[in-house]
């Protein structure tokens, strides 16, 4: 009998080695010892890998791995892991995105309690230098002090239940969580990020995307107590490392817990050289029995994968061929893209989610919705969310799924998609369609009549019908050094409104949103990177 091979690029606890030992069918070499270089031409016979984040699977990688089938990251992060081009070669990437839960959420309670107490120096004086000064590590008691958590999550929800056993008062904001979820668990729920901002203490656990990164400026920091304390122990970037760098030497920031930097390993970066902040080298998986779970977990998802049973946590799980007609699969591509798009402009936690489909596409309507609720969570949960799990964390999160179809949608248009997503307070709904076999385009927003390709940077600007707003709107963009790329108008001659779509070259930030909000005939504006 034949085996399959699995390959195991990086260091892994030896639980994981162990449980590939025990299968018959599986030919496993640890090649974790090897440099990169000589790592890549033992690939040529790979079914599967599993890496960690010091390999980089990149176009030399996939090269030389002629017949690999699957790449297990044996972690959260697919930073090091080019998934558009593992897609394009029919290879599945999967990741083992909750094993590690509890450790990151203890070293985040660390570096919170070091905050207040500065044991790390305390140690040092004593062991080190051998001086008994009490008088110099006077600290200050959690209990009664205000936790601010930014995203609450599998990791966020956790260091909410440990803050509020030392008696501290816990506030959490997270803008796709359900108000009801947070309240439930006896936690205080911020409507704005502002409400965060004015907390004693201030942690972050959220992915890193267009959203979350730089979520934490200068901007924000003016709007914090004196004397703040900030932790990330998620993700690098999350925090503007030079606006964090200047308020920490200012003291503004009185105390700043750093596991993750923007570009690591850090040994160079600024930070490290103020008294006032507490680093770790990105260690938050680093636990025994945290690697024992990831360790094996990641075997076991790299035996079902070579044996094509399953593909646990797939990022990229490809359709099947012989089930999907050539002509859907760019409509399902798109019903997740207008789904990603939605839920980037709504901004609040999701309640339901309508998926409505006609003509040809009738009989593929169960996949779109599959394709279309991950559209809707990945923004928001980043790594976490895949093919497998979208519905089950959508029915978990008490999003109502509707999945419907139509003979007609449209008088113009055959075979068309429209997704209908509501939240708290308001509906909103598009449409789409695909030209020429593959030209993806979104025809209707919220009964506006549209023409564009989900694809770039989308501004999209509502407003009163009256003349000047394009000169307005083109007369900020000039300001701020910002080239339109493209601009499509719909209008609603009934209620006197139109909707802009602004699609640019450059990154929009709140400050320019601010300045596109105080035109005169502005309704709504919404920004998102599709």
């Known amino acids: 009998m034949s085996k399959y091979k699995i390959v195991v690029c990086d260091h892994i606890h030896q639980s994981g080695l162990d449980f590939l030992c025990k299968q018959d069918d599986v030919e496993f070499v640890d090649y974790s010892h090897l440099n990169k270089d000589d790592l890549l031409e033992k690939l040529i016979d790979a079914d599967v890998v599993i890496t960690r984040s010091s390999t980089d699977v990149d176009e030399k990688f996939l090269n030389s791995a002629v017949k690999l089938k699957a790449i297990v990251r044996a972690g959260v992060g697919v930073d090091n892991v080019n998934i558009d081009d593992c897609s394009k070669r029919g290879i599945i990437v999967m990741n083992v995105p909750t094993a590690n839960t509890i450790a990151a959420v203890e070293l985040t309670m660390a570096h919170i309690i070091n905050a207040v107490r500065n044991f790390p120096s305390a140690n040092y004086q004593l062991k080190n230098q051998k001086i008994w000064k009490r008088e110099d590590w006077y600290g200050t008691e959690l209990k009664g002090k205000v936790l601010g958590i930014i995203g609450f999550g599998n990791i966020g929800s956790r260091v909410a239940a440990r803050a509020k056993a030392f008696e501290m008062e816990v506030i ?45 400026t200068k901007n924000e920091i003016a709007k ?27 003291k503004k920031i009185r105390w700043l ?6 570009k690591e390993p850090a040994i160079n970066n600024p930070l490290l050289d103020l008294e006032n902040i507490y680093v770790t080298p990105h260690i938050g998986a680093n636990t025994l029995e945290s690697q024992e779970k990831i360790s094996i977990q990641a075997a076991s998802i790299a035996v079902e994968s070579a044996r094509g049973s399953s593909y646990p946590n797939a990022l990229n799980l490809p359709i099947k061929e012989n089930e999907i007609p050539i002509f859907v699969k760019p409509y399902l591509d798109l019903s997740q893209k207008m789904a990603f798009f939605l839920s980037q402009i ?10 409505t489909c006609s003509g040809k596409l009738i009989p593929y309507a169960e996949s779109f919705g599959t394709f279309a609720t991950l559209g809707m969570l990945k923004h928001s949960l980043g790594d976490s969310i895949n093919y497998v799990n979208a519905m089950f964390v959508a029915k978990d999160r008490g999003i109502n799924i509707t999945i419907d179809s139509k003979d007609s949608l449209s008088s113009v248009y055959k075979n068309l998609i429209n997704i209908e997503i509501s939240t708290i307070e308001k509906t909103i709904s598009i449409s789409g369609c695909v030209f020429d076999e593959d030209k993806l385009r979104i025809i209707d927003i919220n009964g506006f009549c549209i023409d564009i390709e989900p694809s770039g940077k ?31 108008l719909g209008r609603k001659k009934e209620n006197g409104e139109a909707l802009a779509i602004i699609i640019v070259d450059s990154h929009i930030t709140d400050d320019i949103l601010s300045e596109l909000k105080k035109i005169d005939a502005c309704i709504s504006v919404s920004y998102a990177v599709i």
């Open 172 to 216: 959490a904001y997270d803008p796709y969580v359900k108000d009801s979820v947070i309240i439930d668990a006896g936690i205080s729920c911020a409507k704005y990020l502002d409400d965060i901002l004015k907390c004693d203490i201030i942690t972050i656990h959220t992915p890193k995307n267009t959203e979350t990164k730089n979520m934490i």
């Open 224 to 250: 914090m107590k004196d004397g703040v304390i900030l932790i990330n122990c998620a993700r690098g970037g999350l925090y503007n490392e030079d606006d964090i760098l200047e308020a920490t030497k200012n």
């Open 257 to 262: 817990g750093i596991d993750v930097f923007n």
């Open 346 to 355: 709504t901004k609040e936690a999701i309640r339901s989610i309508k998926i």
């Open 458 to 488: 989308i501004i999209l600007f509502r407003n009163t019908d009256v003349p000047g707003v394009i000169g307005n709107i083109g007369s900020i963009m000039e300001k701020n050094n910002i080239n339109i790329a493209d601009f499509r």
